[in-house]
T-cell receptor, first 111, second 118 residues
Framework: QKEVEQDPGPLSVPEGAIVSLNCTYSNSAFQYFMWYRQYSRKGPELLMY????GNKEDGRFTAQVDKSSKYISLFIRDSQPSDSATYLC???????????FGSGTKLNVKP | GAVVSQHPSWVICKSGTSVKIECRSL??????MFWYRQFPKQSLMLMATSNEGSKATYEQGVEKDKFLINHASLTLSTLTVTSAHPEDSSFYICSARARVGRENYGYTFGSGTRLTVV
C-alpha cells in the first residue's frame, strides 16, 4: 500500500467551477500537509501548507485536513484556465523533513 | 522569495556517458538539498538527501555509485548520473529547505532537468 494515494485524473472542469482535489494517506504520524502545483516540465511550487487538522484559506484556495479520516483536500474557487496544472499533495511527519508525495492530479480548466 | 536554480533544464546523452545536474540556491543558504526523480504520471520519489560538507543519505534502492551527489558549498549541490542507461531517463528535481533570516520559505524546488539517454 502506498503511503499517499491520489487520484491521477485527469479532471476537466469549466472555467469558474469549484474544484475539489483529494488525497488519502495511511500513516497516522503525518502532521504536516502541503499542496503543490506543477506545470508541465517545471518543478513544483508550494500552494498551501497546513499543520495538523483544520482548514486554511488563501485567496481562491482552501486546504482541509481531516486527520481522523486520514484525508486532505484542496478546494479551488472560481477556477481559471491558468489553474490548469498537476496538483501534488505531500505530507511529512516532521516539519519540512522527508516528504511523501501523492502521484498528482492533472487538472484542466476549460475557458 | 527563495529561488533554486537548476540546470540544465533538459539534456540528451548517449548510453554509457555521465551527466551532471546542478542546483544552486540563489538568495539563501541551503544546508540541506533533496534530490527527486519523477516518472511520467507518477509522484516524486526521493532519491537522496545531501547535507553541506557531508556524505549524502540515499533512499533504499538508489545506487549511490550511480547517482553521485556532491554538496560542497551552502549554495551548490550536484547530481551526477554515471554511466547513464536508457532506464535512467527521467525528470530529476532538486529541492532545498529555504530559510532567509526569520523568513521560512519552506521547501523550494528547482525547475527540474529532463534527462533522455539514447
Amino acid at each position: 500500500q502506498k503511503e499517499v494515494e491520489q487520484d491521477p485524473g485527469p479532471l476537466s472542469v469549466p472555467e469558474g467551477a469549484i474544484v475539489s482535489l483529494n488525497c488519502t494517506y495511511s500513516n497516522s504520524a503525518f502532521q504536516y500537509f502541503m499542496w503543490y502545483r506543477q506545470y508541465s516540465r517545471k518543478g513544483p511550487e508550494l500552494l498551501m501548507y497546513t499543520y495538523s487538522s483544520g482548514n486554511k484559506e488563501d485567496g481562491r484556495f482552501t486546504a482541509q485536513v481531516d486527520k481522523s479520516s486520514k484525508y486532505i483536500s484542496l478546494f479551488i474557487r472560481d477556477s481559471q484556465p491558468s489553474d490548469s496544472a498537476t496538483y501534488l499533495c505531500a505530507m511529512s511527519i516532521y516539519n519540512f523533513n522527508k516528504f511523501y508525495f501523492g502521484s498528482g492530479t492533472k487538472l484542466n480548466v476549460k475557458p | 522569495g527563495a529561488v533554486v536554480s537548476q540546470h540544465p533544464s533538459w539534456v540528451i546523452c548517449k548510453s554509457g556517458t555521465s551527466v551532471k545536474i546542478e542546483c544552486r540556491s540563489l538568495d539563501f543558504q541551503a544546508t540541506t538539498m533533496f534530490w527527486y526523480r519523477q516518472f511520467p504520471k507518477q509522484s516524486l520519489m526521493l532519491m537522496a538527501t545531501s547535507n553541506e560538507g557531508s556524505k549524502a543519505t540515499y533512499e533504499q534502492g538508489v545506487e549511490k555509485d550511480k547517482f553521485l551527489i556532491n554538496h560542497a558549498s551552502l549554495t551548490l549541490s550536484t547530481l551526477t548520473v554515471t554511466s547513464a542507461h536508457p532506464e535512467d531517463s527521467s525528470f530529476y528535481i532538486c529541492s532545498a529547505r529555504a530559510r532567509v533570516g526569520r523568513e521560512n520559505y519552506g521547501y523550494t524546488f528547482g525547475s527540474g532537468t529532463r534527462l533522455t539517454v539514447v
